[in-house]
């Protein structure tokens, strides 16, 4: 039994378009979030929820909008995708702050925009 | 902005051989220093971390040392097997504009030869 998963894990499409990535954690961990990783395999945070409440917003251009429908789920959303969103977007959740403890990945959506 | 830099990019061992992976950070809202593996196609997974009141932590094959006054810690990786071909990323719970975050450095690509 997967505990984060995230939808889909492939997706192709076309500048402009809009898309979205599902994650759902059975951890019943309080805290979610979303990590982008680059073509060079840089890992960075883009959006932190705790408890449904967003914590932490880093310098991500507001095309990508995040939302948690409750505190197992963490939906991204990106409106105009361009082609340098190209990416693997991770989610992850952890029991306590991820500074301080451990963080859960899923197995990652990889996102090419053509 | 503040970053944890990594060394060496990749490395090639020998099977049996010492894998050894350095971290260097600036500035820590406190101290917590993971190490994740990550294998091609999966999300990054916490190997080992380590709480610095000790200056060394062991678990199987795997051992991070800490230099507190350095600033720098490592992973080691004794009697390295082809298995443990991944990339690892070390982290610190950096003081940044935004909050203490965790940083990730930004990996090593390790290749264990038979």
């Known amino acids: 039994d997967t505990a984060v998963s995230q939808t889909p894990k492939y997706l192709v499409t076309q500048m402009g378009n809009d898309k979205s990535i599902k994650c759902e954690q059975n951890?019943?961990?309080?805290?979610m979030y979303w990590y982008k990783q680059d073509s060079k395999k840089f890992l960075k945070i883009m959006f932190s929820?705790?408890?449904?409440?967003?914590?932490i917003n880093e310098t991500v251009p507001n095309r990508f909008s995040p939302k948690s429908p409750d505190k197992a789920h963490l939906n991204l959303h990106i409106n105009s995708l361009e082609l340098g969103d190209s990416a693997v977007y991770f989610c992850?959740?952890?029991?306590?702050?991820?500074?301080?403890?451990?963080?859960?990945f899923g197995e990652g959506s990889r996102l090419t925009v053509l | 902005q503040q970053q944890v830099k990594q060394s060496p990019q990749s490395l090639i061992v020998q099977k049996g051989g010492i894998s050894i992976i350095n971290c260097a950070y600036e500035?820590?809202?406190?101290?917590?220093f993971p190490w994740y593996q990550q294998f091609p196609g999966k999300g990054p997974a916490l190997l080992i971390a380590?709480?610095?009141?000790?200056s060394e932590k062991k678990e199987g094959r795997f051992t991070i040392s800490f230099n507190k006054s350095a600033k720098q810690f490592s992973l080691h990786i004794m009697d390295s097997q082809p298995g443990d071909s991944a990339t690892y990323f070390c982290?610190?719970?950096?003081?940044?504009?935004?909050?203490?975050?965790?940083?990730f450095g930004t990996g090593t690509q390790l290749k264990v030869e038979l």
């Open positions: 992850a959740s952890s029991q306590v702050w991820e500074a301080a403890g451990e963080l859960f």
């Open positions: 951890l019943g961990h309080d805290t």
């Open positions: 929820y705790n408890n449904k409440e967003l914590i």
């Open positions: 500035n820590t809202a406190f101290d917590y």
């Open positions: 380590i709480r610095p009141d000790v």
């Open positions: 982290a610190a719970p950096l003081i940044t504009g935004g909050g203490n975050k965790l940083t």
